[in-house]
């Protein structure tokens, strides 16, 4: 879990380096932002991964957009070197670092790193789900950073409880889902801080009705599950990883904390 923490801690280091400048914003083929920050952190990544483990394949969104076929197994890595682009572009810190360790379709381990707001999340299984600030370095050392907190999703007041939905992607769809519950306040955040906002007890349920990508979710998918939470399709199917009939695209799906 460790190495995993160092590489996102190495990754945001570079990604702030560019987000202290004036960002050229590109388009990929699917119409989608990228910036040369995304790259940068993505090439941070992928060795660094190879290296801590050896012989496990890698998914990651910009060598696929670039033309890498995905290789999955029983075991394999999702990243999203740079979740929340836009977030990232429109210089509102809501962006994060995501690296997961997916098997058998579930992620067991994940981190995702904000270090524009120098938090960290990260998962290594039921239970064992933690937040800690650090600041990004480029040696990825971890000596800075803070006691983990412990995470634990909440127990949601069925008389008012709080959702969270996305930034740049909250629809009509969103809200008539939401309309089964009773809403009390709605938080919105950016790339995985969805997740990691019910991880933290901070929110309870947040629903997309939107594309997304495997990389985009598993690591907060990871840390979710690790804090006591779920992520299911929306017809209570848990959702799963790997899915390369799908083109790795996920279904929509709904985030929940301790809602019975």
């Known amino acids: ?92 810190g809501e962006f994060t670092v995501n690296i997961a360790l997916i098997e058998d379709g579930i992620p067991t381990m994940g981190v995702v790193y904000a270090p524009a707001k120098n938090r960290m999340f990260y998962s290594a299984g039921s239970g064992k789900a933690y937040e800690q600030d650090i ?31 996305s930034r740049s992607h909250r629809d009509h769809k969103t809200d008539e889902y939401l309309e089964m519950y009773n809403i009390k306040d709605f938080l919105t955040a950016g790339s995985s801080l969805k997740f990691c906002l019910i991880a933290a007890g901070e929110a309870d349920i947040y629903p997309r009705h939107g594309r ?21 399709e929306m017809d209570g199917t848990p959702l799963k990883y790997g899915k390369l009939e799908r083109g790795l695209d996920n279904p929509y799906f709904v985030a929940k904390g301790g809602i019975g």
């Open 1 to 92: 879990m460790g190495a995993l923490c160092r590489i996102a801690v190495q990754a945001g280091a570079a990604i702030m380096d560019h987000y202290a400048t004036d960002i050229v914003v590109n388009e990929k083929d699917d119409k989608t932002p990228v910036t040369a920050a995304d790259q940068d952190a993505e090439d941070i990544i992928l060795p660094a991964l190879a290296l801590a483990a050896p012989g496990i394949p890698i998914v990651s969104e910009e060598a696929t957009a670039a033309g890498s076929k995905p290789e999955v197994g029983p075991a394999f890595f999702l990243v999203d070197p740079l979740d929340g682009t836009r977030e990232f572009i429109n210089k509102n």
């Open 135 to 165: 600041e990004p370095n480029a040696t990825g050392s971890l000596d800075t950073a803070t006691k983990p907190a412990l995470l634990a999703v909440r127990k949601a007041d069925p008389k008012g409880m709080i959702a969270v939905a």
């Open 212 to 232: 997304t990508m495997e990389w985009d979710t598993a690591a907060g998918h990871a840390v979710l599950s690790g804090a006591g939470g779920r992520v299911d």
